[in-house]
C-alpha cells in the first residue's frame, strides 16, 4: 500500500426525486488498499459504487478514479477498472472458456493473451476439467471465483466488488477472501461493499454507510476503539441502530 | 472491430443454445405459413340467395338462369311474399334477397329502365360487397342482353347494334389464386413478429438476468453494442425471410417474378428497420412481459393495418391516412409488386425510400434512448 490517492470523492451526491441516495460523501482510497464500504441494506453503498464505475452520474459533488473524472471521463474508467456485481454476472447460457474469450475480447485483449490468462486462471482456480462447463451448472461459489477472476482478466488498477460473498457457504467465502488478499498483494487497489460483519475484519480501512451519509470511517482496530466494541458487529449496530457518530 | 466480432459471436452461440429459441426460428414461421395461407381464403363463392319474383316474365328467367349458371350463387327458397324473404335473411338462411317487381320486364323493354331489388346481410362486409358486386354484374349482363335482342326485332332497323361486352382478365394473379396473394403478405408479418419480439426480448433479456450490467461497466462503445446485437438478429431475420420464399415456392408454387435482389435489398432495409423498433423498446421497458406487450401492441395495429387482411382503400380516409406510417404496409406492397408483377427496383424507389427513413429515425431513436448505465 502506497500514499498515492487512487480514488478521490468530494461531497459527492446522488438524489432521485426527493430521496438523497448518497448525501455528501468524502473519502478517498489508497493504491493496493482493501477498502471496505459497509451499511445496511438502501443506506447507498450500492448507489455510491455504481457512481464510480460510471453506471451512474452523481447530481453534485467531485470524484475521480484512476485520476479520471467520473462526469466526463466515465469510458476511461471503464477501460481502468474491474467489476463484479452482487446479480450474477457471467452469462449463464455459455461455457466457462466462452465467457473468458467474451470478455477478453471486449477488453481488447489479444487471442493469445486470452489463450495464456485462460490457461493460468483455469489453473489457479484448479477447474481445468469444467473449461467447456456451463456456467449455469457450476456451484454458486465456483462462479463467483470465476467472476472474480473474470473481472480481473484485464488487469485493472481498482476492481470494484460489490457484495461478492453473498448466499456463499464460509468455507467458500474464506477461500474468496484469500484472492482478494493476493490480488491486493500484488498491487491491485480493492473496493468491496459487504454486510458480513466478520469480513469487514479482512479490510484496511472501513467506512460505515446510514442513510446516504458516512457515518464512520477508519481501519477496523480504530473502529473497535472509537465505539468501545469487541468486535466489528458491535460497531455496526452501534451506528445504525443507536446512531452514534465517530468524527 | 473485433470486439463486435465477439458480441456476434456470443449472440449466435446464445440462440443456437437456447432450447426455446431454435423451433421459434426454424418450425413456427413455416407453420405459420402453411396454417394462415390456407386459412385465409377470400374468395367468395356459393352465396344462398333467396328469390321473389314477382314478374314471372322471360327476363326474370333469364335471370334466374344467369344467377344459378355464374357459379356464385345457390337459390335458398323462393316465395311471392317479401316477409318470407326478410324472415330468412334474418334467421341467416340467405345471405341475399333478390325480388323482382311487377312489370320489371315490360319497364325495362319500354323506358329502357327497370329496377330490381336487393337485400343483402351485412354482417360479414367483404362477403357483403362482393356479393353484391357479382350480382349488380350479372344483372348489367343481363340488361345489355335484353336491350340488344328488342333492337334486333325492330324492323327498320338495318345498322348494325354496336354491342358492348364485358370481359374480365385478371392480371397478375390468373387464376384469381387467393393463396398467391395472401402468401407474400404472410410471409411480410411473419418476418415483421419475429423481427420485432427477438430484437425487444434479447436486450430486456440481458437487463432481467443482470449481465447488461457487466457489459456497460466495460468499455465497450454504444454503437458497438448495439451492432454486436442487430448484426446477428439481422442474418436471423434475412433468413427467416428465406424460409418463407422457399416455403411459397415448394408449398404453394409461387415464385417471384421479379428479381430476388431487389427483393432482399428491401428487406435487408425494413429487417433493420424492424430491429430497430425491438430495440426501441427494449430501451425503456424493464421486464420481457412489458417488452412483450408493448410490441404486441404496435404489432397488432400494423399487421390488421397492413393491408393483409383489409384493403387499404377500403379503409375511411382518416384510417389509410395512419396507414402511411405503417411500415408493414410498404412491404407488403413491395412484395407484391415483385413476387407478382415483377417490379424493378425504380417501380419501389419510394416505398424504399420511407422504409429506408423510417429505419434510420427509429434506430436514431434507439441509440439516443439508450443509455449505458444500469
Redesign the interface.
Known sequence: MTNEKIIEVEQLMKIFGSFHAVDDISFDVKRGEIFGFLGANGAGKTTAM?ML?????PTSGKATVAGFDVYKET?KI??T?G?M?Q????????TVK?NI???G????LKNKVIKAKMHELLGRLGMENSANALIDSLPLGWKQKLAFSVAMLHDPSII?LDEPTGGVDPVTRRQFWEMIYETAHNGTTIFVTTHYMDEAEYCDRISMMVDGKIAALGSPDELKKGFNAQNMDEVFVGIAREGKVLK | M??I???V??EF??VF??KGMLPIIFVMPVIQLMVLSFAADFEIRNLKYYWIDKDQSEASRLLRNKLDASGYFILSGTSMNTEDANLALEDGVTDLVFEIPADFERDLIRESRSSIQLNVNAIDGSKAGLGTFYANQIVQDLAQELRTEYLSRLKFEPVKFQQINTTYSFWFNESLNYKTFMVPGILVMLVTMIGAFISAMNIVRERE???I?????????KHQFIIGKLLPLWVIGLFEFTIGLIVARIVFGITSEGSLMVLYTFASIYIVMVLGLGMFISTFTETQQQAMFISWFFLVIFLLMGGLFTAIENMPQWAQTITLFNPVRYFIEVVRLVMLKGAGFWDIRSQFLVIASYAFVINSLAVWNYKK??
Not at chain 1, 53 to 57: A, D, E, N, V
Open positions: 455504481k464505475t460510471g453506471l451512474l452520474s469510458e471503464k477501460k477498472i467489476y456485481s446479480k450474477f454476472s457471467l452469462y449463464g447460457d455459455l466462452e474469450q467474451l470478455f475480447g471486449i477488453y481488447g470494484f | 473485433r470486439t466480432l465477439f458480441l459471436r456470443k452461440l446464445q443454445r437456447n438476468v443482470g449481465t450490467e457487466q457489459l456497460n461497466v466495460t468499455p465497450i462503445k448505465v444500469a
